[in-house]
């Protein structure tokens, strides 16, 4: 049976097809995420604590590349076989790069209720691929749009990546679960690591009623982009898995690197993307990521991709 959160999932995706009056108030929602996130790095940071080391500077950088690497695949891909303009193209690829802070709870959970090994610094690997994707993506419109068109400043670029919720929250709880640890630090962190699952359960149900609403109406038009979203994880993925194998991560962790690899970012790509690319179709990027990439990887891709993995070779 799939783990017990992917069932909320299922019940807002269901939910929200029937067009059910379930949902949850936006500020509801807000409150989830943001704990969400800081429990992510919080975990991260716990489990670094007394096994930071420079050797962890091989792994941060490859994945880092992966992150930088993928929008430059996805963008003539998206030009000529998907046939979207440069700024759908662009937000798109920088969408894909880019990771998704749920799917890696998925995954964290699914590795953690299978006692798979996993090292700490997989919530390192989460933040250090949230920007490259995004920064690349940018530069390449900028690189590739009409000279004349306005364009904002790397500056603003930069503040705005590495000013996002998402990334100061996970920074900011892997920072303080380095410094505290899991005993100095539990009378606060086991509130939030003991009710870690129970978000996740709450943020994936809002993910499903999200989901459906992408799908009203059925936008047959974009059809290439739905197989594109379909396709496009397990692919990235098979990308993720090398690096795992080449680097010799354990089973866990190369479960999580490929799930990342081959999530989508929904929430810190939209808001960077909407202020430096406002011609670009946002609604197109929601479709892709929440409507079918990330449904794809909680249900079958998380448990696809540690078939691949067992079946390419046997991890520590």
Same mark, same amino acid.
């Given at each position: ?19 059910? /009056?379930?949902?949850?108030?936006? $500020? ?17 940071? !716990? ?33 000529? $076989? ?5 700024? /759908? ?49 940018? @530069? ?6 009409? $000279? ?30 380095? !410094? ?9 962190? /086991? ?45 990235? $993925? ?42 670009? /179709?946002?609604?197109?990027?929601? @479709? ?29």
């Amino acid at each position: 049976m799939p783990d017990i959160v992917v069932m909320f999932f299922l019940l807002g995706l269901i939910a929200g097809l029937l067009r059910s /009056d379930l949902s949850l108030p936006q $500020a509801a929602y807000d409150t989830i995420s943001l704990l969400l996130m800081l429990t992510i790095g919080l975990k991260g940071g !716990m489990a670094l604590y007394d096994n930071l080391n420079w050797q962890l500077l091989p792994q941060l950088f490859a994945v880092i590349m992966i992150g930088a690497l993928i929008p430059l695949l996805l963008l003539p891909i998206l030009r000529r $076989a998907v046939r979207l303009n440069l700024e /759908d193209s662009a937000s798109i690829a920088a969408h894909y790069g880019s990771v998704s802070a749920g799917t890696f709870a998925v995954a964290l959970s699914y590795v953690e209720a299978r006692n798979l090994p996993f090292a700490p610094e997989v919530t390192l690997y989460l933040v250090a691929m949230e920007l490259p994707a995004i920064i690349v993506g940018l @530069l390449l419109y900028r690189r590739l749009q009409p $000279a004349s068109t306005p364009q904002p400043t790397m500056g603003k670029l930069w503040h705005e990546a590495f000013t996002s919720r998402g990334v100061v929250l996970l920074l900011g709880g892997v920072i303080i679960g380095m !410094m505290y640890g899991p005993q100095q630090g539990a009378a606060v962190t /086991d509130l939030y690591t003991g009710a870690f699952k129970a978000v996740l359960a709450l943020f994936l149900l809002e993910m499903g009623l999200s989901a459906a609403e992408t799908f009203r109406p059925l936008p047959w038009a974009h059809w290439r982009l739905l197989v594109f979203a379909l396709v496009a994880p397990p692919v990235l $993925a098979l990308l993720g898995i090398a690096v795992a194998l080449t680097l010799e991560m354990p089973v866990g962790s190369a479960i999580i690197v490929a799930s990342l690899t081959a999530s989508a970012s929904y929430i810190a790509a939209p808001v960077a993307i909407k202020g430096a690319i406002p011609s670009a /179709d946002i609604g197109l990027a929601m @479709l892709a990521s929440l409507g079918l990439t990330f449904p794809f990887n909680v249900i079958v891709g998380i448990s696809l991709y540690h078939a691949i993995i067992g079946a390419t070779t046997v991890l520590p």
